[in-house]
């Protein structure tokens, strides 16, 4: 019922930064936490960041300090700004999307985008 699509990666040299994006649309009462996790080939995929509708974030050790999440609640948008890139935040960026539900009973979905290439190389 929701749909997320993901934009902004994209080829970029070492320290280098990179803005990714992600709207949501669809059918929902209410957005809830929304995040950024990342999968690269041969691993699992991790959590990056994540920031509730109220603004709270939280964030995976090897991001921190360089990587942002925001969020702008009016257009449904989650975005990650990432900066002083490593070629180990080489990854597909998946967006996901907790929402709420009203009809026909309350409940609570999850939502994963497509996925976006970050790639990190010189």
């Known amino acids: 019922q929701v749909q997320l699509v993901e934009s902004g990666g994209d080829l970029v040299q070492p320290g280098g930064s990179l803005r990714l994006s992600c709207v949501a649309s669809g059918s929902f009462f209410s957005i809830n936490a929304m995040g950024w996790y990342r999968q690269a080939p041969g691993k699992q995929r991790e959590l990056v960041a994540t920031i509730t509708s109220g603004g709270s974030t939280s964030y995976a050790d090897s991001v921190k300090g360089r990587f942002t999440i925001s969020r702008d609640n009016a257009k449904n948008t989650v975005y990650l700004q990432m900066n002083s890139l490593k070629p180990e935040d080489t990854a597909v960026y998946y967006c996901?999307?907790?929402?709420?539900?009203?009809?026909?009973?309350?409940?609570?979905?999850?939502?994963w985008g497509q996925g976006t290439q970050v790639t990190v190389s010189s």
């Open positions: 996901n999307a907790r929402y709420l539900v009203l009809v026909p009973t309350r409940r609570e979905y999850a939502s």
